[in-house]
């Protein structure tokens, strides 16, 4: 029980809550509750007049000479170490760089290549597609290779003495449930495989400690809880043991050991700096750092804390308030280990959350029956989450939901 009766109930912990400054430092339009931040951050207010700043001053002003001027070229590891302190890295193991899917690619190649002669790759039924999507590529019919996908109880005993890599998304995209990521980590050790985490619904979002855990590699997104921006670069960590004793295929020349040197054979960088490529996009960099910033100024005990108490008064609320229209919870009851998301399943689940976006309640829908709410603690309020529940309640009370407009299918959901 959370002990939120009423509105002015949730109204009193806003007042007193110590992130609630952070709300203004982002751009949200009127009337909008925003529970997809999971998705898609929103933009942080700082964030326009940095991008005019690197484009007018740093680029349009002084052209090349940027990438020495204006630390361009080791930007991805700086920003890198930033995002190492939210997700319990030492500086020099986490670099910013392509896409998560990508990302994923160079990841469980090098895994692959440092376990010769091992021939699984085990992942969980029900992982993002991409995550599965990337294995099966490299686990195709002629590679001798192979990904074996277990329910989760199964993951534990599938990791055998053939497994390379095992890859896991710490926190699951649709119902939230987390893995423990120390045991699991242990596990895999255990049986002498590498351990490759997916940090997308994790980072921003719960206190992760990769290296408490001694995960091996992990991979991560920008877009999310850490408000980079649409299609804002990723994430890579590989401790720091690994450094010099792994090869990605993507071998470009910026993750080179010398790039200026235009040699012609490749020779990898040193540490997390061979898991570049190409030429960095400094721009999305630029957006991508107003977020951590903002990130990194909160304290991630006091969001896990409120994201904690958010998500219980939702829950707490749509089973008092909505229990009669068939919303069911999907995700895990103890929010231990849940993520800072909440998901319900309804049979007409699509519908029903276009219905709610209409009325500026902004979650998503997740096939094929979720409706799937995000919590950030750093824009996100009490009073918010209470009246996001009336509004849900209304719609599902009033069957608005049944207008025939709301079936029609966008490209994203
Ligand atoms: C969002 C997400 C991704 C995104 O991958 P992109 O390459 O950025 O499209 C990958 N994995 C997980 C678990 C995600 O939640």
Known sequence: MTGIATRADAERLDAGDPLGRFKDAFDLPDGVIYLDGNS??????????????????????????????????????????????????????????????????KVLS?????????????????????????????????????????????????????????SLTQVDYRTGEMHDMAAMTEAAHAAGAIMVWDLSHSAGAVPVGLNAANADMAVGCGYKYLNGGPGAPAFLFVAERHQNSFEQPLSGWIGHARPFDFLPDYEPADGVSRYLCGTPGIIAMAALEVGVDLMAEADMSAIRRKSIRLSELFIERVEATCGEYGLELISPRSPEIRGSQAGFTHSNGYPVMQALIERGVIGDFRAPDILRFGFTPLYLGFADVWDAVEILRDVLASGVWTGEKYSRRGMVT
């Open 110 to 166: 090098a895994a692959l290549r440092m376990r010769p002669g091992r021939t699984k790759i085990v992942s969980e039924i029900g992982n993002f597609p991409t995550d599965l999507y990337i294995a099966q590529g490299l686990t195709g019919a002629d590679s001798g290779r192979e990904l074996l996908m277990a329910e989760k109880a199964g993951i534990v005993p599938a990791i055998d003495g053939d497994t390379a890599v095992v």
């Open 40 to 105: 898609l951050g929103p933009l942080p207010k700082a964030t326009p007049a940095r991008l005019e700043e690197v484009a007018r001053r740093e680029w349009g002003g002084d052209l090349i000479k940027s990438w020495d001027k204006h630390g361009w070229m080791d930007y991805a590891n700086r920003l890198g170490d930033k995002i190492a302190g939210l997700i319990g890295a030492g500086d020099g193991e986490v670099v910013v760089a392509d896409s998560t899917s990508v990302n994923l690619y």
